[in-house]
């Protein structure tokens, strides 16, 4: 092959193109197993003010980047951004995670508002327009947001929960004063979206972590609706901009997910086996998955057998390789590289 670049093999392979060699990015590629980022984070006065920072989120999301020349750059941010930009009291305590001052019910809903957003997360926009400019010609720009669910449980519970109980309890006995939280969600995270395609973004995915708590009837109203209701809008503003979701832990309820929500391509998780996916997913959409992110802390055959043996059950199809779940604080960088050499056929 001769000539410049023109096509990104990751938007190819979304759009439905089953590749020689499956693109790859990952989860959270850029965080804390990262010598370079853990520098970087050091000069900002928080988390969310290096969010907020575009020159540090602009540098944070190339160095995963450069280093191991992936197909995909996610913009560095957090799903969290757009619970702040509504008016929630937002901080990430150092060995603690997301504290958030907890919704209390409909007050609290009343209390969020659309107005400020925009500029609250101009910087996002700023940093994805910065990444844009220094882009090797080949990789794509991922902007993601959390699904309304996900959010939620944050919003909900004040931070990270190991059973979900006051957002379930609140989905589960006041469905219609719940739906009202959901519904501004829905159309706070697709402006989010929509105005991070307009700075530059030609990928999005959708992050529902949280997904696979929810029983069978509340997974259809919590997750799949809301999140069909931010592709339709997607779709209307920005019309062939491929987007993935990523039910995590959504189980069987990963087919009328992939069929239902209009979504482009699927991000399976860890438990997902690769043989089913390619049978009842990868025949009508792009599959992306789903090493788990364990193995890249094990590293050495291990591996290299598992990554091989996922890029056998999937690459006869459309397929993008990437973790069940995102990277570790703990894995070794050297792994993530011996991970891209060996999908892309380097490893002897
Ligand atoms: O490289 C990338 O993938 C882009 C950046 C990115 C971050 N968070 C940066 C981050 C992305 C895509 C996210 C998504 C995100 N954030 C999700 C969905 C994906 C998932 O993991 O399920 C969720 C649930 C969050 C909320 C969140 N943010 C939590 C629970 C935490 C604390 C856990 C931790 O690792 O510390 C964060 C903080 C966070 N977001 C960090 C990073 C790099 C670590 C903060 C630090 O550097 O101290």
């Not at 938007?11 to 590629?29: C, D, F, N, Y």
């Not at 006065?45 to 191991?68: G, H, S």
């Not at 069940?324 to 590289?337: A, I, K, M």
């Amino acid at each position: 092959m001769t000539g410049p670049v023109t096509s990104k093999p990751l938007i190819e392979a979304l759009k439905g193109e089953t590749m020689e060699v499956p693109p790859v990015w990952l989860m959270r590629q850029a965080g804390r197993y990262l010598p370079e980022y853990r520098e970087l984070r050091a000069r900002a006065r928080d988390f969310l003010d290096f969010c907020y920072t575009p020159e540090l989120a602009v540098k944070a999301t190339l160095q995963p980047v450069r280093r191991f020349a992936m197909d995909g750059a996610i913009i560095f941010s957090d799903i969290l951004v757009v619970a702040d930009a509504l008016g929630q009291t937002v901080g990430f305590v150092d060995g603690k995670g997301p504290v958030l001052e907890p919704l209390d019910g409909a007050a609290g809903v009343g209390r969020l508002s659309l107005q400020g957003l925009p500029e609250r997360l101009a910087p996002v926009y700023a940093a994805i327009a910065g990444v844009r400019g220094e882009l090797p010609p080949a990789t794509a720009l991922i902007g993601f947001c959390g699904a309304p669910w996900t959010l939620a449980t944050y919003m909900v519970e004040g931070g990270s929960s190991r059973d979900f109980a006051r957002t379930k309890a609140w989905a589960y006995g006041e469905p219609e004063g719940f739906r009202v939280l959901i519904d501004l969600l829905v159309e706070a995270l697709a402006a989010h979206l929509i105005a991070q395609v307009k700075a530059g973004a030609e990928v999005l995915q959708i992050f529902d972590s949280w997904a696979g708590v929810l029983p069978d009837t509340a997974f259809w109203e919590w997750s799949i609706k809301p999140i069909r209701a931010i592709v339709e809008r997607v779709n209307a503003s920005c019309p062939g901009v491929p987007v993935i979701g990523f039910p995590k832990g959504a189980g069987i309820l990963y087919e009328p997910f992939a069929r239902e929500t209009g979504i482009d391509a699927v991000s399976i998780d860890t438990a997902v086996p690769c043989d089913w996916a390619a049978r009842a997913l990868q025949t009508t959409i792009t599959v992306q998955g789903n090493l788990d992110p364990v193995m890249l802390v094990t590293g050495g055959t291990a591996l290299e057998d598992a990554t091989t043996a996922i890029c056998a059950r999937l690459h006869r199809g459309p397929f993008v390789f990437n973790l069940g779940h995102g990277v570790l604080p703990q894995t070794p960088p050297d792994n993530v590289q011996r991970l891209v050499d060996c999908i892309r056929g380097r490893v002897p």
